[in-house]
C-alpha cells in the first residue's frame, strides 16, 4: 500500500487554442509535479473534466499519462461513468496502460439505489483486474455513502480504499478504523491537515497541480509528528483556495498554470472563462508562488 501513500494531483486535462487534448502541456504539468515529489496522479477525475471529453479522449488522455510517467509514479485512472459497460471499457483501458489502481465515482443522474451503485462497483471490479478506489464525492455526484455503505466496498479484497471528498470527517474516522490497512485520501485540500489528523493516508486534490510542494511538505510534517509545522502551511493555501473558491477553482486553476508557463487552455463549455479583472485577482493572490 505504500506505492498510495502520499500526495497525488488530481490532473487538469490540458487543451490547446483549438479546444484538443494537448500532450505536450499534460508532460510539462506531470514532470513539474514529479520535481516537486509527488507520489502520482489521479488521471481523468472531476478536476481532469472526465464528464466533458469524448470516449477516445478519455482514453488518449490515460494513454499518454502513463506514456509520460514511464513507470516513475503511481497511476489511478478515474475511469467514472454513468454505465457500467462504458466505465468497464475505460477500466480495461487503464489495465493496458499499466495503472496501479482504477477509482470511481458513484454513478449519478438517475437516482441509483445503492444495491444498484453496489452492483456498479462490483461489476467493474469483476471485469477489470486493478484494484478499486472508491471515489465518495457527494457534492457532485449526489450520492452520499456512509461509512456503512463503505464498509461493504472495503470489506471485499478488491477495494483497496477509498477517496474521501467529503467533510464527513467522522465518516472518515469510522471506516478507517474499521479497515485501518486499506488507503484513504483526503479529498478537500482546504481541510487536508484534518484528513490526515482523522486518518487519510495522503490526499488527492486539484490545487496540487500548481502548488504540490506545499501539500508534500505537510504530509511530511504530520508523518513526522510536527503538525503545529504544518498549521502555518494550511493557512498559507487556504487563503488562496478561498481566492480560488471566489472565481472558480478550475478556470483559476488552468489560469494559475499559465502565468507559470504551462498553458493548459480554458475550460470545456459549458464552463466559463475567468474575466480580466478575476484574472488580476487570482495572479495578486498567488504571485509569491512564482
Ligand atoms: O477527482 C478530482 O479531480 C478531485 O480529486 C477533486 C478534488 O477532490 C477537488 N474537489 C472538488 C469538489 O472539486 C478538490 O481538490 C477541490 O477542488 C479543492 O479542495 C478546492 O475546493
Redesign the pocket.
Known amino acids: 500500500m505504500e506505492k498510495f501513500k502520499g500526495i497525488f494531483p ?1 490532473l487538469l486535462t490540458p487543451f490547446d487554442e483549438n479546444n484538443r487534448f494537448n500532450e505536450k502541456a499534460l508532460e510539462q504539468l506531470m514532470e513539474m509535479n514529479l520535481k516537486k515529489g509527488v507520489r502520482g496522479f ?1 488521471v481523468g ?4 473534466e472526465a464528464f466533458l471529453l469524448s470516449e477516445s479522449e478519455r482514453k488518449q488522455l490515460y494513454r499518454s499519462a502513463a506514456q509520460i510517467a514511464n513507470g516513475r509514479c503511481t497511476l489511478i485512472a ?1 475511469i467514472g461513468a454513468i454505465s457500467t459497460d462504458q466505465a468497464a471499457e475505460f477500466g480495461r483501458t487503464a489495465l493496458e496502460c499499466g495503472y496501479d489502481a482504477i477509482s470511481s465515482v458513484s454513478p449519478f443522474y438517475y437516482g441509483f439505489t445503492f444495491p444498484e451503485i453496489k452492483q456498479y462497483y462490483f461489476d467493474l471490479v469483476g471485469q477489470v483486474e486493478l484494484p478499486m478506489i472508491v ?1 465518495n ?1 457527494p ?2 455526484s449526489g450520492v452520499t455513502l456512509s461509512a456503512d455503505n463503505i464498509g461493504e466496498f472495503l470489506s471485499d479484497d478488491r477495494f483497496i480504499g477509498v ?1 474521501h ?1 467529503s467533510n464527513d470527517y467522522f465518516a472518515m474516522e469510522q471506516f478507517k478504523s474499521a479497515y485501518p490497512d486499506k488507503v484513504v485520501f483526503n ?4 481541510m487536508f491537515l484534518a484528513g490526515l489528523a482523522m486518518g487519510a493516508d495522503g490526499g ?4 496540487y497541480n500548481f502548488m504540490a510542494e506545499k501539500f508534500v511538505k505537510m504530509h511530511t510534517l504530520v508523518k513526522e509528528g510536527r503538525l503545529s509545522e504544518a498549521q502555518p502551511i494550511q493557512k498559507e493555501v487556504n487563503r488562496i ?1 478561498a481566492a ?2 471566489k472565481v472558480g ?1 478550475l478556470k483559476a486553476e488552468k489560469a494559475i498554470l499559465k502565468m507559470m508557463g504551462i498553458d493548459c487552455g480554458a475550460l470545456r463549455k459549458p464552463f466559463g472563462q475567468l474575466s480580466k479583472e478575476e484574472e488580476s485577482y487570482v495572479y495578486e493572490t498567488v504571485k509569491n508562488l512564482f
Open positions: 488530481a489521479y477525475g472531476s478536476t481532469g478515474h471515489y464525492i457534492k457532485y477517496k471528498t479529498g478537500f485540500d482546504e488527492i486534490g486539484s490545487t483556495i480560488l473558491i477553482v
